[in-house]
């Protein structure tokens, strides 16, 4: 869903607690972020640190109206750690990391009000 569309889209249909479920939600922590000038849309690269069990991975984000680099290192993010992995140009993006739609349609990364260990799965 692009994220102009997020703000008027209806509730999606119901489904059961095991759909959830299947859904891996983690927090981890950016330990680098770049400009990834060759995406179509602009976007950041990011590399995550979901812990031990999980380790680093890679994000391709577009959330440049609101973050830059340097915003980023050091920040508990949520991302889908269970998605297959996207190549987007040469960048393999492994994980997708969460937000949501802004009044403008910009990206509002999403993240727990304190911190937790990296790698704690959204329940």
């Known amino acids: 869903m692009h994220a102009s569309h997020a703000l008027d889209a209806p509730a999606a ?5 095991d759909a959830f479920l299947a859904v ?3 927090v981890g922590t950016v330990v680098s972020a770049e400009p990834f000038p060759e995406a179509r849309k602009p976007a950041l ?5 979901f812990g031990p069990a999980i380790g680093r991975k890679r994000s391709s984000a577009q959330i440049t109206e609101h973050y830059t680099p340097a915003d980023l290192v050091g920040r508990q993010v949520a991302a889908v750690v269970n998605f297959p992995p996207r190549q987007i ?13 802004d009044e403008a349609g910009a990206v509002v990364l999403f993240r727990p009000d304190r911190p937790v260990p990296d790698g704690s799965r959204l329940f």
Do not use: H, Y
């Not at 690269?45 to 640190?49: E, G, S, V």
């Not at 140009?89 to 739609?101: D, I, K, P, Q």
């Open 24 to 26: 891996d939600i983690r």
């Open 89 to 101: 140009g040469r960048f393999l993006s492994e994980v997708l990391t969460l937000g949501f739609a």
């Open 45 to 49: 690269k990011l590399t995550i640190d």
């Open 13 to 17: 249909a119901e489904i059961g607690f």
